[in-house]
Nanobody, 124 residues
Framework: VQLQASGGGLVQAGGSLRLSCAAS????????MGWFRQAPGKEREFVAAISRSGLSTYYADSVKGRITIPRDNAKNTVYLQMNSLKPEDTAVYYC??????????????????WGQGTQVTVSS
């Protein structure tokens, strides 16, 4: 599967942004999906994940209550809806797909495919 992330940009603190990750290739609904981010000088970190059916989600503590990860299997797309953004949310955001069962969605090794990143910059 090929993943194409989009929707990044510059936003003021407190604002909102929605990232999209469009998948092509194999049937999208077989994949558990996740979002990670990497800030300058830091390791890549987990943000959110959603199961292939959409019934299960998992979030990093740092984004709970501010970020959601809806998916639309009919559109082969997973989203990252980010609200109440903070400067510390500034990072390159990556989407990823996992073909295996819903086991450890918060870890990079869970995922088989990665998209290119999209930059999110939150100004104070």
């Amino acid at each position: 599967v090929q993943l194409q992330a989009s929707g990044g940009g510059l936003v003021q603190a407190g604002g909102s942004l929605r990232l999209s990750c469009a998948a092509s290739g194999r049937t999208f609904s077989v994949y558990n999906m996740g979002w990670f981010r990497q800030a300058p000088g830091k390791e890549r970190e987990f943000v959110a994940a959603i199961s292939r059916s959409g019934l299960s989600t998992y979030y990093a503590d740092s984004v709970k209550g501010r970020i959601t990860i809806p998916r639309d299997n009919a559109k082969n797309t997973v989203y990252l809806q980010m609200n109440s953004l903070k400067p510390e949310d500034t990072a390159v955001y990556y989407c990823a797909a996992a073909a295996r069962g819903w086991t450890t969605p918060g870890t990079e090794s869970f995922y088989d495919y990665w998209g290119q990143g999209t930059q999110v910059t939150v100004s104070s």
